[in-house]
């Protein structure tokens, strides 16, 4: 198993802002993915973030909105960029076991925007 | 599009009682996944059941999958406050990608 670390664990921000999420594994891993859980939903993909190559994003979500970078095979992040209040969601991100398709989840960051 | 979905989207029962959580989806997978999450916190991965499985069982949790019908279900026995959570199942496709949660059910069990 992976540990997953984010950072904020939470944050309050106001519209218009960006916000920039960071993501840290315990272990150098291929592929990480960021998911948004937005309140009382479940959790949808955002993007797959390879080392070494372009996030690639799900329908529905653009490069513009969330700028991802993947520097090493250890970090991501994930910037929220322009905020509206429809961003309050929890982002979270996730790497997978290779061998078993089993995903790692980070703890969250759970966003406010006001 | 793949997409698991649970029903019941709620469940209340007393603590020592079981809790059956079922999940369906709409093309063919790899494997299926089921995940707790609790008070909006990181998922945890319980279980996974591969397409050529029919049943899997770890502790309390007992997860069936039934391919013909694209379902499965998720029992965990003589629950407990802890188990209070929500609960998802989610699905990759045969190339082992298209990660896919379903709404999911939020459980609670009454001390």
């Known amino acids: 198993s992976a540990v997953i670390s984010q950072k904020p664990s939470r944050d309050i921000c106001q519209r218009g802002t960006s916000l920039t999420i960071q993501c840290q594994v315990d272990s150098q891993v291929t592929m990480m993915f960021w998911y948004r859980q937005q309140p009382g939903q479940s959790l949808t993909l955002i993007a797959t973030a390879n080392q070494g190559s372009e996030a690639t994003y799900e329908s529905g979500f653009v490069i513009d909105k969330f700028p991802i970078s993947r520097p090493n095979l250890t970090f991501s992040t994930l910037t929220v960029s322009n905020m509206s209040p429809e961003d309050s969601s929890i982002y979270l991100c996730s790497v997978g076991s290779g061998r078993t398709n089993e995903q790692f989840f980070g703890p969250g960051t759970r966003l406010t925007v006001l | 599009s793949q997409q698991g979905e649970e029903d019941p989207q709620a469940l209340s029962i007393q603590e020592g009682e079981n809790a059956t959580m079922n999940c369906s989806y709409k093309t063919s997978i790899n494997n299926l996944q089921w995940y707790r999450q609790n008070s909006g916190r990181g998922l945890v991965h319980l279980i996974l059941?591969?397409?050529?499985?029919r049943e899997k069982h770890s502790g309390r949790l007992r997860v069936t999958l039934d391919t013909s019908k694209k379902s499965s279900s998720l029992l965990i026995t003589a629950s407990r406050a802890a188990d209070t959570a929500s609960y998802f199942c989610?699905?990759?496709?045969?190339?082992?990608?298209?990660?896919?949660f379903g709404p999911g059910t939020r459980l609670s069990v009454l001390p």
């Open positions: 989610a699905t990759t496709n045969n190339y082992g990608q298209n990660f896919v």
């Open positions: 059941i591969r397409s050529n499985e």
